[in-house]
């Protein structure tokens, strides 16, 4: 779990690569995080370190493409909502990254799975279901046993 924090505290812009530890990396800390919304230098961090483009981005914020472009032009933070909605892909993205490594993570997540109905990981973790879904297979990769959403 602190390898996934901390994973997430590099997406989210919250640590560099050379600091060891996570720097708001525990749920209070990202819980809190979600709820002031998410900032324009979190959002340019996302969509760097994920390699999103404004339209994946706006899809995983649920937000309209022009939204995302004006928040990362003139600031103004995400609801909490959207924040949400955009902190599961992160969480997601970050846990395929631990699991497969950067660039294989990147290819896996866009890459349509029978195991998710033929959608991609990315696309399946628009929603709270699909997101644990993912989540699971990712962690079959780890175990090497089958298992299902809680």
Same mark, same amino acid.
């Given at each position: 779990?602190?390898?996934?924090?901390?994973?997430?505290?590099?997406?989210?812009?919250?640590?560099?690569?050379?600091?060891?530890?996570?720097?708001?990396?525990?749920?209070?800390?990202?819980?809190?995080?979600?709820?002031?919304?998410?900032?324009?230098?979190?959002?340019?961090?996302?969509? $760097?370190?994920?390699?999103? @483009?404004?339209?994946?981005?706006?899809?995983?914020?649920?937000?309209?493409? #022009? @939204?995302?472009?004006? *928040?990362?032009?003139?600031?103004?933070?995400?609801?909490?909502?959207?924040?949400?909605?955009?902190?599961?892909?992160?969480?997601?993205?970050?846990?395929?990254?631990?699991?497969?490594?950067?660039?294989?993570? #990147? *290819?896996?997540?866009? @890459?349509?799975?029978?195991?998710?109905?033929?959608?991609?990981?990315?696309?399946?973790?628009? @929603?709270?279901?699909?997101?644990? $879904?993912?989540?699971?297979?990712?962690?079959?990769?780890?175990?090497? #046993?089958?298992?299902?959403?809680?």
């Amino acid at each position: 779990m602190d390898d996934l924090n901390s994973e997430i505290g590099l997406v989210l812009g919250l640590r560099r690569p050379s600091e060891s530890k996570s720097v708001g990396g525990t749920f209070a800390d990202f819980h809190n995080l979600i709820l002031r919304g998410l900032t324009p230098t979190m959002l340019k961090s996302i969509k $760097k370190k994920l390699k999103l @483009t404004d339209a994946e981005l706006s899809d995983a914020a649920h937000v309209h493409v #022009q @939204t995302i472009q004006r *928040k990362l032009r003139r600031g103004g933070r995400l609801t909490w909502t959207r924040s949400d909605s955009l902190f599961r892909v992160v969480r997601v993205f970050s846990l395929a990254n631990i699991v497969l490594g950067d660039e294989q993570a #990147q *290819k896996w997540m866009r @890459t349509a799975n029978p195991s998710l109905c033929g959608k991609t990981p990315l696309y399946s973790t628009e @929603t709270y279901p699909g997101a644990e $879904k993912v989540c699971c297979l990712l962690e079959e990769m780890t175990t090497g #046993q089958k298992k299902e959403p809680s």
